[in-house]
């Protein structure tokens, strides 16, 4: 089956750098999209990974091994407004012939002062 | 600017009754999801829409209907056949482009009094 990994939560400290990781399961892989989702409010895109590699923008990165059905969002120079849930989300081709996408339960971000 | 508007932002229902939920887009896109978010776990489809006047079952979507007679326009029906109703539902829409990602409406808290 389809199956997507991520830390429930994770705490770090304003101006620092912190990693969060996805791992995957899925056949059909056809991309990985990360997503900022602040408490109450919708999901905003962050990166889209389908080849292997770094993707970089601003101060978020995004890394992808298809290999090893894993990625990890990159944050440095952490601000307070980055304190939100992350989500990880893998499209996949299904055998009915539709791309479909599969979400992560999100990882809670609590940076510090 | 472009988007996609949600309404209401808080609803509640009382047991038995039926209720609506808006979505509207002005972005031009072909394809319109709905979401359904509860604590602890990833975002669940609820339907799909890739054309007017087409729409498919997602994962969990019995309870539920929907409609898609314009192509601004997705509206979802939480019917008295849903026995756990209470969530946050999220409306969203994704470009032709395979590399953006969904863009997600502000969202709808539905809560059952």
């Known amino acids: 089956g389809q199956n997507i990994d991520q830390p429930t939560e994770m705490t770090a400290t304003e101006g620092a750098i912190v990693q969060i990781n996805c791992t995957y399961q899925?056949?059909?892989?056809?991309?990985l999209f990360w997503y900022q989702q602040h408490a109450g409010e919708a999901p905003t895109f962050l990166s889209y990974?389908?080849?292997?590699g770094l993707e970089e923008k601003g101060r978020f990165s995004s890394f992808l091994s298809r290999s090893k059905g894993y990625s990890y969002l990159l944050l440095k120079e952490l601000q307070m407004k980055d304190s939100a849930s992350y989500l990880c989300a893998v499209r996949f081709y299904s055998p009915s012939g539709t791309y479909k996408y599969i979400f992560g339960t999100g990882t809670r971000l609590k940076v510090l002062a | 600017d472009g988007g996609i508007t949600q309404s209401p932002k808080y609803l509640f229902r009382k047991e038995g009754q039926n209720v609506t939920l808006s979505c509207e887009q002005n972005l031009n896109h072909d394809a319109m999801y709905w979401y359904r978010q509860d604590p602890g776990q990833g975002l669940r489809l609820i339907y799909y829409s890739q054309i007017v006047n087409d729409f498919q079952k997602g994962d969990i979507a019995e309870g539920y209907s929907v409609s898609r007679e314009k192509k601004e326009s997705f509206p979802l029906t939480v019917t008295s056949a849903q026995k756990n109703p209470t969530a946050f539902y999220l409306c969203?829409?994704?470009?032709?482009?395979?590399?953006?990602?969904?863009?997600f409406g502000s969202g709808t808290r539905l809560t059952v009094v």
């Open positions: 969203a829409s994704r470009s032709r482009d395979r590399g953006y990602g969904y863009t």
């Open positions: 899925t056949s059909g892989f056809n991309g």
């Open positions: 990974n389908v080849l292997d």
